[in-house]
């Protein structure tokens, strides 16, 4: 197995452009930053984004938001987030591990938290963990949403056919054989998990597969994984049958065939009386 740090990807300006990329191309898919669900008529609205990365969710949320709303972004490394000075007011962002302890300040301090694709950064194992960690963050009747991409949905969507696929098959394959994030198992239980694991209530599932136009999109999108994952590896050998394979892929992608995934969105209400 490659030898792969705690977060996969590079923490550079290709690495914010995909993350920036995908959050305008979730919303498209989805069609809201907040689900329907969650009310948001409270001006004084306090709002968690952990693992923030650029804060792209948190300012396009804010822009729909009073500005009374305090909208706090909470990650374990800050490099991807815009300096403060030209950030609104109401914004502003913190480190914080998702697997560490929740600070003294922010247990029960938010009305609503949101997480989004962090999947490729943790482990099956650590999920119920993680729920119950992030869940003592929320105000009793508050609300998480968590969004994810089912990477065990993967299947190869083609205009014709007689498509080759054949890069595309062996891509999926090399690269989740170097960490087991790259090839989660967990997001098909995450509604359930945020039952037993996370003790949340009117629990829903927004389960969507994007059409074929965005599903191609979102591939291209994700096809900048690759590049970085070839970065940040110690395996030379993986390095250079990525370098060999992705003009493969990028041909076949044009040629029309495409990697598309089902994706989630749950939420969840934590209950006004334990």
């Known amino acids: 197995m490659a030898s792969i740090p705690n977060y996969v990807f590079t923490r550079d300006y290709i690495d914010n452009n995909r993350i920036n990329l995908q959050h305008h191309q979730w919303t498209e898919l ?3 930053l907040l689900h329907p669900q969650i009310p948001t008529t409270n001006t004084n609205l306090r709002v968690a984004d ?46 914080w591990d998702i697997r560490e ?15 989004r694709l962090l999947s490729f950064v943790l482990h099956n194992e650590e999920i119920p ?86 599903a191609l999109a979102m591939h291209e999108c994700n096809l900048l994984v690759h590049e970085l994952l070839a970065r940040t590896t110690k395996i030379e050998s993986y390095a250079k049958e990525l370098e060999d394979l992705m003009p493969r892929v990028a041909a076949e992608t044009r040629e029309g065939a495409c990697w598309a995934f089902t994706r989630w969105t749950v939420v969840g209400m934590k209950p006004l009386v334990p």
């Open 30 to 32: 989805f069609g809201y």
């Open 129 to 214: 963990h993680i729920l119950q960690n992030v869940t003592k963050l929320i105000k009793p009747g508050g609300y998480l949403q968590w969004a994810e991409a089912d990477v065990a949905s993967f299947r190869i969507e083609k205009t014709n056919p007689n498509n080759s696929t054949e890069a595309l098959t062996r891509l999926l394959s090399l690269s989740q054989g170097q960490d087991t994030r790259l090839n989660p198992k967990w997001v098909p239980q995450l509604a359930e998990l945020f039952s037993s694991s996370g003790g949340l209530c009117n629990v829903q599932a927004d389960v969507r597969d994007a059409p074929n136009h965005l």
């Open 101 to 115: 302890t929740v600070p003294e300040d922010l247990v029960e301090a938010y009305d609503v938290v949101h997480i």
């Open 50 to 95: 952990v693992g923030t990365g650029t804060g792209a969710w948190l300012t396009s949320l804010g822009a729909n938001l009073p500005s009374t709303a305090q909208l706090d972004g909470l990650d374990v490394s800050l490099q991807a987030t815009p300096p403060a000075e030209w950030l609104p007011g109401n914004i502003r962002f913190r480190r």
